[in-house]
């Protein structure tokens, strides 16, 4: 299993470009979360998804949108990027063990992406 | 509202020396709580977890949490620190029935001198 994964690496945009980080997961997990990592801030979520064709504002959603067509992927989009969005970037997923709210196991994460924005 | 706080932006021992972070919550809930480690230019992995049970959880690499509700707090220990322990360090606690979310502490880098 290849875990969860992140297309790309790292990425350089100017001002105003668009673009799309794509986050795949092969564990068959239910929920997915798309995080940005920024010094002295943790993690911070921007979306998530509770389950195919199903996504949700988290606690920092300005200026990204979020796509979940396929159980496996979940995709960021940064339609004008800026300054501002210059951050590592992670995704992760998790499953619910059993029918309970509160039944979820830990989060797996991705290996990020490094998004510059000049 | 639940949250976590993280005592000390940076910590640095020496190689040998006990490691202790530190992670106090607040949860209206019994929590589930959670350390991740993340090494230089990686994605974060579980250290550890507490749900429910045993209050003293051993993790991977010799780590360990207790979970003291009466402090509030989920610390993190290690015995003896190795080089390779260097890394920073997140608490977090699981928001109850929202979908699995994650509040995260703002992280605490660990240091260690040979």
């Known amino acids: 299993n290849a875990g969860v994964t992140q297309t790309p690496k790292f990425r350089v945009l100017k001002t105003g470009q668009s673009m799309t980080l794509l986050c795949a997961q092969d564990?068959?997990?239910?929920?997915m979360y798309w995080y940005r990592q920024d010094p002295g801030m943790g993690l911070r979520l921007i979306h998530y998804s509770v389950g195919e064709g199903t996504t949700a504002k988290g606690e920092v959603p300005d200026g990204y949108n979020v796509s979940r067509l396929k159980k496996q992927n979940f995709l960021l989009g940064l339609e004008s990027a800026a300054p501002s969005q210059t951050s590592v970037y992670f995704c992760?997923?998790?499953?619910?063990?059993?029918?309970?709210?509160?039944?979820?196991?830990?989060?797996?994460f991705g290996p990020g992406t490094r998004l510059t924005v000049l | 509202a639940q949250s976590v706080t993280q005592l000390g932006s940076h910590v640095s021992v020496s190689e040998g020396a006990l490691v202790l972070l530190r992670c106090n919550y607040s949860?209206?809930?019994?929590?589930?709580l959670f350390w991740y480690v993340q090494y230089p230019n990686q994605g974060l992995q579980l250290l550890l977890k507490y749900t429910t049970g045993a209050t003293l959880v051993k993790g991977i690499n010799g780590f360990e949490a207790e979970f003291k509700k009466s402090e509030t707090s989920f610390h993190l220990t290690k015995p003896s620190a190795h080089m390779s322990d260097a890394a920073e360090y997140f608490c977090a606690v699981l928001k109850y029935n929202q979908g699995g979310k994650l509040i995260f502490g703002q992280g605490t880098e660990l240091s260690v001198k040979p």
């Open positions: 992760a997923s998790s499953y619910v063990l059993a029918g309970a709210p509160r039944d979820h196991n830990e989060q797996f």
């Open positions: 564990m068959n997990h239910e929920y």
């Open positions: 949860s209206s809930v019994p929590p589930y």
